[in-house]
């Protein structure tokens, strides 16, 4: 693959992601899959997609976990229904990672992306330690599948990613730098913390944002379109470079009720990456 290749974020049923014929639209040759619907996930619909992606020379860089009853209505909602945190839901949806895990590896993908939730801050609680005994299942599953595992940014700061990362003691541990996520939950400043995380990061997000005008970390920022918030295109995949980052350059904008927007704003990106690409 070549370095940095302009990616985004696609489904292949219903999902936060463009469908493939937007893909193939815009020429993009790079995508990370939102997770497929239960009922999609078979060998045959396995099949049928990686003969889709092979007509349409597409590749697949990374899978995203995502479960029913998950909502980002609000920072406190997203804390009690998103990922492996919430204690209620845990073990259903580790058992259906590992399914999401296994459909991957029928399509050739090698990673797997997840928002685990927001992870207890003190390491000696039982909450803790019981979150990181199932990111250590987690992996340890994923490696038998020859996968890693990418943590999303923005949940918590990446001092405390970090921290949680060494906990797990896992080789196969990594992350998915979203920086417009840090501004989203108020978490740092996105271009020092990808220096900080730099050298563990195995896929990005280009997406932007703005700071909330409430109190950070409580309520949300705004998403926007990438190079129109405070995330510094330009800036962002210069420091790209310098942490010697070169893969794909995936662009999310999580706007599928809106598809021609979503479509022109994902085009707009996509000549922003390339336009900045050629001035490195």
Known sequence: ??????????????????????????????????????QSRTAENAARFLK??????????????????ESYETIKITAETVGLVPEKTRAARLAESKEISDFARLLGVNAIGSHIGFVPHDRASRQYQEVLAVIQELC?????????LH????QEKTSDLLRFIHDVKRDNIFINFDPANLILYGMGEPLESLKEVGHLVRSVHCKDATMTRGVPGVDWGCEVPFGQGEVDAPAFLKTLKEVGYEGPLTIEREIPQEQERQMAEIGQALRLINQIKASL
């Open 52 to 69: 889709k992606l092979k007509d349409d020379d597409i590749t697949v860089s990374v899978v995203f976990l995502g479960f029913e009853g």
């Open 151 to 154: 943590l999303e940014t923005g």
């Open 1 to 38: 693959m070549d370095k940095w290749p302009v990616g985004v974020f696609a489904s292949i049923d219903a999902g936060l992601g463009v469908k493939l014929e937007v893909v193939r639209e815009l020429g993009i040759k790079s995508v990370q899959l939102h997770t497929p619907s239960k």
């Open 140 to 148: 340890d599953y994923l490696k038998s599948n020859g996968q890693r």
